[in-house]
C-alpha cells in the first residue's frame, strides 16, 4: 500500500514539475503576497507619522490671534489658511489636516484671562486626517506654557488658571462613519462574492473543456469566434449575477441575527441599499468573467488557469486596499477604474452618503469597457488555436 501511494505521489510531483509555468506563479504569488502587504502597509504607516511630525498648521482665522501667529512662525510651522467650507472639505476627504478654528478677539480674551476656546475640526473616518491632531494639539500645549511663563514673567504670577485657553475637538464624522470601521470589510466580501461567483464556471467553459476535448468541435461547428466568446462569457455572467443577487440579499435577515441595538442601529441594510449594491456589483461579475475566460483561452492546464486567476485575485484584493491607504485621497481616476470604483461606492453607502446616479454609471461604463477589451482579446487567441 505504502508502494502504491509512493507512486502517486510521484506521478504528480513530476505532472507538477512539468507544469513549471503554473508552479513559478503560484510560488510567486504565495512568496509574495505577504511582504507585498506588509511593505504597503508599513510605508503608509511611515507616510502616516510622517504627516504627523510634518510642520503644517491648518488654520481659520490666525488674523485674530497675532500671538499664535508669532509663535507659529518662531517654531518654524508654516500656516495655511484653511477653505472657508472646511466641514465640508473634511466630509468629502479633499483635507488632509485637522482645522484649527479661531475665535475673533482671541488675543484680547486670553490677555483678560477670560475664557477662550479653540475647536480643531477633524474626521474620524479619514486616518490621514486623525494624524495630525496630535501634532497639533502638543503645538498648542507649548504655546499655553509659554503664555503662562511670560505671564509669569511679566507681573510676577502666573494666569489664575493656564486652562483658560480651552482646546475642543468636534469630529464630523456621523454615526454611518463609526458603521465603516466596523464594517469596513463588506465591501471586500461583496466585490470577492463577485469574483467567486464566477471564477470555477469561467475556468470550466475554457481550459476545463479544452481538456475534455470539447472546445475543439464546438470551435469547428461555430465558425465566428464571437459567438463562441459572447455565448460562454453571457452565461459565465449569469450564474455570477445570481450568486451576486443572493450574496447580497443575505445580508437583509442577517441583520435580525445580530445581538446588540448598537451593531443594528449602526449596519443600516435594507432595500435601498441592497439594490445600490446589486446595481454596482452586476457589471463587475461580467467584467470578472471576461477576465477569468481570457485567462482560461489562454491557459494550456487547468493548473496553470488557476494559478494565473490566483494571480488576478491578488490583484483585485490589493487594488482597494491601495486606495484606501493613499495619501493622495479621493481621486477622479478612482470613479473610473473596475474593483476600485464598486469598492469606494459601496463604502460611501455605508457611511451614510448618496451614491449618484453618475456613480453607476462611470462604473458600470469603465467595467463594460474593460470587458469588451479582454472579450476581443480573448477571441482573437481563439482564432489563433
Not at 363 to 380: E, N, V
Request: proline letters at 3%; glycine letters at 6%; one cysteine or more.
Amino acid at each position: 500500500m505504502m508502494n502504491t501511494i509512493w507512486i502517486v505521489c510521484h506521478k504528480e510531483l513530476i505532472e507538477a514539475y512539468r507544469d513549471m509555468r503554473s508552479l513559478l506563479i503560484i510560488t510567486v504569488v504565495s512568496v509574495l503576497a505577504g511582504p507585498l502587504l506588509l511593505l504597503m502597509l508599513a510605508n503608509s504607516l511611515a507616510s502616516f507619522e510622517a504627516r504627523a511630525e510634518r510642520n503644517i498648521v491648518m488654520v481659520k482665522g490666525i488674523e485674530h490671534a497675532p500671538s499664535l501667529a508669532n509663535y507659529f512662525a518662531r517654531d518654524t510651522a508654516l500656516v495655511i489658511t484653511a477653505p472657508s467650507d472646511s466641514v465640508a472639505a473634511l466630509e468629502r476627504n479633499a483635507l488632509l489636516d485637522p482645522v484649527l478654528m479661531i475665535p475673533e478677539g482671541f488675543d484680547a480674551k486670553l490677555n483678560n484671562e477670560e475664557a477662550v476656546e479653540l475647536q480643531i475640526l477633524t474626521n474620524s473616518a479619514n486616518a490621514r486626517v486623525n494624524a495630525g491632531v496630535a501634532r497639533l494639539k502638543r503645538k498648542l500645549s507649548g504655546y499655553i506654557a509659554e503664555k503662562n511663563n511670560h505671564h509669569l514673567v511679566q507681573y510676577g504670577v502666573s494666569f489664575k488658571s493656564p486652562l483658560n485657553l480651552r482646546i475642543q475637538d468636534y469630529d464630523i464624522a456621523n454615526r454611518q462613519a463609526d458603521a465603516a470601521k466596523v464594517f469596513g470589510m463588506l465591501p471586500y466580501f461583496l466585490v470577492l462574492a463577485a469574483l467567486y461567483g464566477v471564477w470555477a464556471v469561467s475556468l470550466d467553459i475554457t481550459v476545463g473543456e479544452r481538456e475534455r476535448g470539447t472546445l475543439a468541435p464546438l470551435m469547428l461547428a461555430v465558425k465566428n469566434t464571437w459567438s463562441i466568446v459572447i455565448g460562454k462569457w453571457l452565461a459565465a455572467t449569469v450564474i455570477g449575477a445570481l450568486i451576486v443577487v443572493v450574496a447580497v440579499i443575505a445580508f437583509i435577515p442577517a441583520q435580525v441575527m445580530m445581538s446588540g441595538e448598537t451593531l443594528k442601529s449602526m449596519f443600516a441594510f435594507g432595500r435601498h441599499e441592497a439594490i445600490t449594491c446589486i446595481l454596482l456589483l452586476l457589471p463587475l461579475s461580467g467584467f470578472f468573467s471576461a477576465v477569468l475566460i481570457w485567462v482560461g483561452v489562454r491557459s494550456k492546464t487547468t493548473k496553470q488557469a488557476q494559478a494565473l486567476a490566483t494571480g488576478a485575485l491578488l490583484v483585485i484584493t490589493l487594488m482597494p486596499l491601495t486606495m484606501q491607504i493613499s495619501e493622495s485621497g479621493q481621486q477622479t481616476y478612482q470613479n473610473i477604474m473596475p474593483v476600485i470604483a464598486q469598492h469606494k461606492h459601496i463604502m460611501a453607502m455605508i457611511k451614510g452618503d448618496a451614491v449618484q446616479l453618475s456613480d453607476y454609471l462611470l462604473a458600470s461604463a469603465s467595467s463594460i469597457g474593460a470587458t469588451f477589451i479582454f472579450m476581443f482579446y480573448t477571441q482573437r487567441l481563439l482564432k489563433l488555436k
